[in-house]
């Protein structure tokens, strides 16, 4: 045998000796799971349902049911139903600036994904933070590349989970025939899964009592509602929110109009009827009609008044970072003016969103839930975008994802990811982010993250914008 063909033979030999890399399992309340191990050590597990999926359209959701075979979690599953609404140009846009790439979607969707360190848990097991994406309740995908845990797990040594969750009208219909309790399927949707996250979360090496949930957007929007109106028993110890907002209105009409489109308006049942309606000529009609599906005020999920839930010490006691982005309006300034980016009135309309829906309502949540006794962490991201989806974006709306997931490809964020997810992760360990102090009413600080350095600012930064002059205006909103 030649030398060529002994050597062969020998790495064949080693190879066939060596142990086969085993997937990781991990055992749920309903049965096993299989993920994979990254390159990173990383171990994904994707798609797991949380509740039985696909839900009764409409309905709220249910525990998932029991299997005995090891499921597949190597793949994500799709995202619910999304709304991006016509003219066709802004929905182009809308999607290409916030949905990148573009997911499959079903009614199939209620599933989350976990990433966990591979390496020995500390007692009790890694902190755990629980994302719920943005997307003004009307879509949004756990699958979009921007929300990818693994990085997150690896540098900081947390399980990261995030969720999908019904939105628009699949997630808030606004039918008077649910049941009390019921009228916001998605919002119920995202408690289910922290009560799954609770209950399992120990097979992934999470620890259920240090779980962190977190938010941009609707999904920061979701996570005040979640404070406001906490579960019981309380399934996180510590909230963040990402430039939260939501402006969808006009839902009780919505249904009313999407009941006569789909010719279900005198159906015995209207919920019925409409149950019945293929989801791909829901999504069409809602989406031609620019209908908007906003949560019901039941007080059981949404309450119409954040501030009041902070004063009477009802909210859950938890510490909170609440911040914007320097530039959150910017993107809507463009839809709002036909995306003429370079109209003279651009600047200012992007400055006045910004203000008004974004920086002002942070700093009277801040400053409220501070002088109700609340742990307060207040920021403005303010790292300006070199490259973006659309001109004169500056550090818009979302921006900040990639830098705290470390997803980012911008080189812009680099020092600042590090800097914001080290942050967030302090708050997961010990509900204290380090060097970050506590917000004063009605002094700040504001911690101020910049592409080559972070500063911590005074009320002057809420000033310049004209805070003092909306703070009836937000406080009229409920917060």
Known sequence: MSPRALLTAALAAVAAAAPLATAPTAKTAQGPVTGKTLDSGVNEFLGIPFAESPPLRFGAPKEPNAWTEALDATNYKPSCITQFNYPEKVRNFTIEVFNMPIQPESEDCLYLNVWSPSGPAPKGGFPVMVWIYGGNLQAGAASLPVYNGEKFALQRDVVLVNINYRTNVFGFPNSPELPNGEANPGFLDQRLALKWVQANIASFSGNPAQVTIFGESAGAWSVKQLVALPPNPLPFRAAILESNAMGVTGGETSYTTLLKATNCTFAPSPLTCLRAVPAEAIKDTIERANLGFDPVADEITRTADVAARFTSGKAAKVPLIIGSNADDGSAFAGIFG???????????????????????????????????????????????????????????????????????NESELARVSGAMQGRWADLAYTGQPAGWPKVTAGEGPVLVFGEYDDQLVGPELDDKVGCKAMKKDVLAAGL
């Open 338 to 408: 036909g995306l003429d980016f370079a109209a003279t009135s651009f600047p200012a309309t992007a400055a006045a969103v910004t203000a008004l829906t974004f920086q002002c309502p942070a700093a009277e949540l801040a400053d409220h839930a501070a002088k109700s006794g609340y742990d307060v962490y207040r920021y403005v991201f303010d790292v300006k975008a070199k490259s973006a989806p659309f001109p004169h974006a500056g550090a818009w709306h979302s921006f900040e994802i990639g830098a705290v997931f470390r997803t980012y």
